[in-house]
């Protein structure tokens, strides 16, 4: 059972990323997937969360806009766009998976995290 997150990098400003957590195990469709990301010297935060079940998809307030998540079944695999990137969107970004069909902040699984740096 394992949860692998990956796509992370150097972006310049106002660029774009896609990350990417493949689960392998266990099926992401009887889940929640949540991204969380943690920046130098700050608290962990959650950017958002996919219902497996049907795509459903949830944001925090401040981030609505330039986040998007998908979930694509066949790969089982959950991704998270990231548009007109920012340097405060520096962090490492985590993938956490809940058994369920509600988003309700569990973790049964953890992804090991990737990182997205924003800078010119």
């Known amino acids: 059972v394992q949860l692998q997150a990956s796509g992370g990098g150097l972006v310049q400003p106002g660029g774009s990323l896609t990350l990417s957590c493949a689960a392998s195990g266990f099926p992401l469709n009887h889940f929640t997937i949540a991204w969380f990301r943690q920046a130098p010297g700050k608290e962990r935060e959650g950017v958002s969360c996919?219902?497996?079940?049907?795509?459903?998809?949830y944001y925090a307030d401040s981030l609505k806009g330039r986040f998007s998540s998908s979930i694509d079944n066949a790969k089982n695999t959950v991704y998270l766009q990231i548009n007109s990137l920012k340097p405060e969107d520096t962090a490492v970004y985590y993938c956490v998976a809940d058994y369920g069909r509600l988003c309700r902040g569990g973790s049964d699984y953890w992804g090991q995290g990737t990182l997205v740096t924003v800078s010119s």
């Open positions: 996919i219902r497996g079940s049907d795509g459903s998809s």
